[in-house]
């Protein structure tokens, strides 16, 4: 019974740090649209974000039965290796600009236009990032092609084979709500948040209002191409998915951050 709750609770929770527009007030002054603006937003993500592998080893282990047994260790091997990498891809996000963790400032800082034509999305200027980064987020999420935990094919259905009704309704929920923050946390990053180059929001409602609408269309476009990819590619094999994990991604992230810890 608790299992689908600690897998539900915590992508819910991440929701409250999430900048989802920008209101700029009559004197030009940009305020936030969030409910809690943390200075280290993207940490407080990252720490509770990953408390739902909790639920998905606890579901797996109190079955009682082999095949969710083993879809509950996949998930948690899984997301230990898959966690590094995902870290490491975000530290020359953060040196990029001027070491903060504020979502908001980090958003905010992509306005601009480089050379006065190029858009100011960091996905320009750390692409490997922001290719890490999103293949750490298909693994951290069990999406197609590294729904491990839940391998239809060799564990019937995983973690959640013995649940039913609206247990499994909390699982199937909670890894949904972690596919749409994880979409907003890679617009927020690496898409420019709700900056669209060469536009610039009027003040007030109006202008608050469509900074929230271009943010939801990008953040619907990442949850599109996540299922695009689920119909797309077949699923791995798990030596595979581990030797990804720590063979080819992390050493990847380890040499993009020294590239750009000297560089920058």
């Known amino acids: 019974v608790l299992a689908p709750l600690v897998a539900f609770i915590p992508a819910m929770t991440t929701m409250t740090v999430l900048p989802f527009g920008v209101y700029h007030e009559a004197g030009g002054t940009a305020v936030p649209m969030v409910l809690a603006n943390l200075d280290i937003g993207i940490l407080f993500i990252l720490a509770v974000s990953s408390l739902g592998v909790y639920g ?41 600009f001027g070491g903060s963790l504020n979502l908001f400032n980090i958003a905010e800082g ?21 290719l890490i980064f999103l293949t750490a987020l298909f693994a951290e999420t069990n999406r197609m092609p590294f729904d491990m935990p839940e391998s239809e094919t060799d564990l019937v259905a995983g973690y959640n084979t013995e649940y ?66 689920r119909w797309t590619l077949p699923r791995f094999r798990y030596d595979q998915v581990m ?4 063979k080819r991604l992390l050493p990847l992230a380890i040499a993009n951050l020294i590239f750009y810890a000297i560089g920058i």
């Open 56 to 96: 998905i080893i606890l579901g797996g282990w109190s079955a009682n039965s082999k095949y969710p047994f083993l879809g509950g260790i996949r998930a948690s091997a899984q997301m230990i290796s898959y966690e590094l990498a995902m870290g490491l891809s975000l530290l020359p996000v953060f040196m990029w």
């Open 110 to 130: 992509q306005s601009h236009l480089a050379l006065g034509f190029i858009p100011g999305w960091t996905l320009f200027y750390p692409p490997v990032s922001a």
């Open 164 to 229: 039913g009704s609206f247990k499994f309704g909390l699982f199937f929920v909670g890894e949904y709500a972690h596919m749409v923050i994880g979409s907003g946390v890679f617009t927020l990053l690496f898409l420019g948040g709700w900056n669209l180059p060469y536009v610039t929001y009027p003040e007030g409602v109006l202008g608050a209002v469509l900074s929230v609408l271009v943010f939801l269309g990008k953040v619907f476009f990442l949850v599109f191409f996540f299922m695009w990819i």
């Open 243 to 246: 030797t990804l994990g720590w």
